[in-house]
């Protein structure tokens, strides 16, 4: 079984701030990698970052970066100075032999 | 990255009759496609898992035999949707993930179809 959660439908942040962005997951593969993607109002889902479970050093790419906690099942995205181009619903996923996505949080930035 | 078409963006049908939707790789082999229904303000919901060659992976609940996938090809998979209702009508989207030597890559992602049944 495999399911990802995220327990935050709605966040926000001030432009030029960091925000944090929950998910937790549960699989039963010992081989999986773990996303985060956006999806802004066109509905393209794009890529912000990939964590492989193998790997113990934590993901950055740019302003985005993520805390892999693998006891603890933890995969959460930190945004540093945030940007009004940032907003857009993100999802969490964990891809094994099947690629699954939580409920979604709504980043809203604020000027 | 790697670019995954997928056509058409949006169909209107009518009630009880069939529309097929098509996912391709265009600059990748994809062995593995996943399609997905996402309804507004949600979630993307995994459907099924396709691998060439091989028959899909249904979740469960969802009816095998009302959507139909194919995946005969490494850049060409199908969903179709048969007997279509009104319930049906939703946003669907595919994603096609290429198998590196070791490691598996990240998914690609279409440009979803909006289907709406009338």
């Known amino acids: 079984a495999q399911t990802v959660t995220q327990s935050q439908p709605e966040m926000s942040v001030q432009e030029a701030e960091t925000v944090t962005l929950s998910c937790t997951y549960d699989t039963s593969e010992s081989d999986y990698y773990l996303f985060w993607y956006k999806q802004p109002p066109s509905r393209q889902m794009i890529l912000v970052i990939r964590q492989e479970a193998y790997k113990q050093q934590n993901a950055t790419e740019n302003r985005f970066s993520v805390n892999f906690q693998k006891a603890a099942k933890s995969f959460s995205l930190k945004i540093s100075d945030s940007q009004l181009g940032d907003a857009a619903m993100y999802f969490c996923?964990?891809?094994?032999?099947?690629?699954?996505f939580g409920e979604g949080t709504q980043l809203t930035v604020n000027p | 990255g790697a670019v995954v078409s997928q056509h058409p963006s949006w169909v209107i049908c009518k009630s009880g009759t069939s529309v097929k939707i098509e996912c391709r790789s265009l600059d990748f082999q994809a062995t593995t496609m996943f399609w997905y229904r996402q309804f507004p303000k949600q979630s993307l919901m995994l459907m099924a898992t396709s691998n060439e060659g091989s028959k899909a992976t249904y979740e469960q609940g969802v009816e095998k035999d009302k959507f139909l996938i194919n995946h005969a090809s490494l850049t060409l998979s199908t969903l179709t949707v048969t007997s279509a209702h009104p319930e049906d009508s939703s946003f669907y989207i595919c994603s096609a993930r290429a198998i590196q030597v070791i490691r598996v890559t990240e998914a690609f992602f279409g440009q979803g179809t909006r289907l709406t049944v009338v």
């Open positions: 996923g964990a891809s094994g032999s099947r690629l699954t």
